[in-house]
C-alpha cells in the first residue's frame, strides 16, 4: 500500500472540518482499490473558532488524522508549507477545507500519477461562476500581465488543489523562501504535469477568507517575487526622462540664443518639476517594494510557529 498525505490547511473552518473528513472518506473505496491508504494533516492557522478542537475529536476517532496547530495565522502559503514537512506519504494532495477542490477527483488523479507516468496532477476551474465581475477582470488581468512579465509559468485559474509524487514534494520543500507565492512556486519547480479542468465550485460553509484588497495585495506579493520586469520598467522611464530632458535643454538653448529672453518659462518648469519628482518617488516605490521583500527574507525568520501537534 502506498500512502497518501492530505493536506487541509484550514483558518476558521469550524463547520468544514468533519463535514470535510465524511466526503473524503466517501473515495476511501476506490483509493484502496488503487492500492493506496490515506493520511490526513489538518494545518489549523490560527483559527479563532473550534477548528483545532474540531480536528481534535476526529484525531480521537481515527489515528490517520493529525493536526499541525499554529501559534496565529500565518496565511495558507505558511499552512502548506508546514502541511507538506508534515506528510509522511510517497503522495500528497493539497486541498481547500471548504470542498472547493472535489474529493471525488482523487481516484482519477491517482490514476494519472500511476498510470501514464506523471509527476503531479494539477486542477484548474474554467468558470469563475459566482465570483464578483471586477475581482474576475482584475484576476484576469493579473493572469494576463504575469504571462507577460514572468518566465514562470502562472495558469489562470488554477487552483492550489493538486497531487503531487514525493519527489515534486521535495523539490517545494527545498524552496525555503520567506515570501511563499505558492503558484508561482508549483510552476518554479516545473515537472510533468497533468492539467484537469472542473467548473467553479461554491464553498460549502462559512466564508472566504479573501476580499478584493488582500487579493489585490496578494498579486502584487505575486509579482514581486516571480517577475524583476518592474525593475526594468524603471530603468526604462529613467532613460526616457533622460532624452526627454536632453532635448528640453537644447530647446531651451537655442530660444534664449535666439530670443533672448532666459527668465520666461516658469510654469513649465513648475510642470516639469513635479511630473519628474512624480516619476522618482514612483520609480523609488518600485524599488523599494522589492527591497522590502528582500528584507524580510534575509531576516530569515520562520515561516510558522507551531503551538501544538497530534
Ligand atoms: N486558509 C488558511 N489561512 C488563511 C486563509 C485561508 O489556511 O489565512 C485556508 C482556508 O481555510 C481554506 C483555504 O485556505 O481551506 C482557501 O481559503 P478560502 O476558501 O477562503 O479561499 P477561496 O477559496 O475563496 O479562494
Ligand atoms: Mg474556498
Not at 483559527?47 to 484525531?59: F, G, I, N, P, W
Not at 495558507?76 to 502541511?83: D, L, V
Not at 514534494?169 to 503558484?183: G, H
Not at 513649465?268 to 527591497?291: D, E, R, T
Request: net charge neutral; proline share 3%.
Amino acid at each position: 500500500m502506498k500512502l497518501l498525505s492530505v493536506i487541509v490547511p484550514c483558518y476558521n473552518e469550524e463547520e468544514n472540518v468533519s463535514y470535510f473528513y465524511e466526503e473524503l472518506l466517501k473515495q476511501e473505496h476506490a483509493l484502496t482499490e488503487r492500492g493506496i491508504e490515506l493520511e490526513l494533516i489538518y494545518v489549523d492557522d490560527g483559527s479563532k473558532d473550534k477548528t483545532a478542537e474540531e480536528v481534535r475529536k476526529l484525531h480521537e476517532k481515527d489515528d490517520r488524522v493529525h493536526l499541525v496547530s499554529f501559534s496565529r495565522n500565518f496565511g495558507k502559503e505558511a499552512g502548506i508549507y508546514a502541511g507538506l514537512r508534515k506528510a509522511a506519504g510517497e503522495y500528497a494532495v493539497l486541498m481547500d477545507a471548504d470542498l472547493q477542490d472535489p474529493p471525488s477527483l482523487l481516484p482519477e488523479m491517482v490514476r494519472y500519477l500511476e498510470e501514464e507516468g506523471y509527476d503531479s496532477v494539477a486542477t484548474r476551474r474554467v468558470t469563475r461562476k459566482g465570483e464578483p465581475v471586477i475581482r474576475s477582470f482584475f484576476a484576469r488581468r493579473f493572469y494576463g500581465l504575469m504571462k507577460r512579465i514572468s518566465q514562470t509559468e502562472i495558469v489562470d485559474g488554477a487552483r492550489d488543489y493538486r497531487l503531487m509524487k514525493r519527489c515534486v514534494v521535495d523539490a517545494i520543500l527545498s524552496m525555503t523562501e520567506y515570501n511563499r507565492f505558492t503558484k508561482g512556486i508549483f510552476g518554479w519547480v516545473g515537472f510533468r504535469t497533468k492539467w484537469l479542468e472542473y467548473e467553479n465550485i461554491e464553498r460549502a460553509k462559512g466564508e472566504t477568507k479573501w476580499n478584493f484588497w488582500k487579493l489585490f495585495l496578494y498579486s502584487l506579493d505575486g509579482i514581486l517575487a516571480f517577475s524583476t520586469m518592474p525593475l526594468a520598467f524603471v530603468s526604462v522611464i529613467g532613460l526616457i526622462f533622460c532624452l526627454l530632458a536632453f532635448v528640453l535643454i537644447v530647446f531651451t538653448i537655442v530660444r534664449t540664443v535666439i530670443f533672448g529672453d532666459p527668465t520666461s518659462g516658469w510654469p513649465s518648469l513648475v510642470c516639469i518639476i513635479s511630473a519628474v519628482s512624480g516619476v522618482q518617488l514612483l520609480c523609488l516605490g518600485i524599488v523599494g517594494q522589492y527591497m522590502s521583500k528582500m528584507y524580510l527574507e534575509v531576516k530569515n525568520r520562520p515561516v510558522y510557529l507551531i503551538k501544538e501537534e497530534l
